[in-house]
């Protein structure tokens, strides 16, 4: 039995850089019972097989967890005085 909820799922690419294409998805997970996983991709467009996806990172977080991931990525747009 998969740890992953086939309920909603979020993924889009976020970055295309030459013949790199780098997507995220978020979806949520069963267990632990409220957490979600994140998935980092990338895929290489010139390849033998250019929809193999290769995973650069995946995380399974907490809400909480989450939201300080994404309190640290904000931060990170913000100018610095």
């Not at 097989?49 to 300080?68: C, G, I, M, R, Y």
């Given at each position: 039995?998969?740890?992953?909820?086939?309920?909603?799922?979020?993924?889009?690419?976020?970055?295309?850089?030459?013949?790199?294409?780098?997507?995220?998805?978020?979806?949520?997970?069963?267990?632990?019972?409220?957490?979600?996983?994140?998935?980092?991709?990338?895929?290489w467009t010139t390849a033998k097989?250019?929809?193999?996806?290769?995973?650069?990172?995946?995380?399974?977080?907490?809400?909480?967890?989450?939201?300080?991931?994404?309190?640290?990525?904000?931060?990170?747009?913000?100018?610095?005085?």
């Amino acid at each position: 039995m998969s740890n992953t909820s086939t309920s909603t799922s979020s993924s889009a690419p976020f970055l295309a850089t030459g013949d790199f294409i780098y997507s995220a998805t978020v979806r949520p997970v069963l267990r632990p019972c409220g957490s979600v996983n994140v998935r980092l991709t990338s895929r290489w467009t010139t390849a033998k097989d250019p929809q193999a996806e290769q995973v650069a990172l995946d995380l399974t977080l907490s809400q909480a967890e989450l939201a300080a991931l994404i309190t640290v990525l904000q931060a990170g747009l913000q100018p610095q005085a």
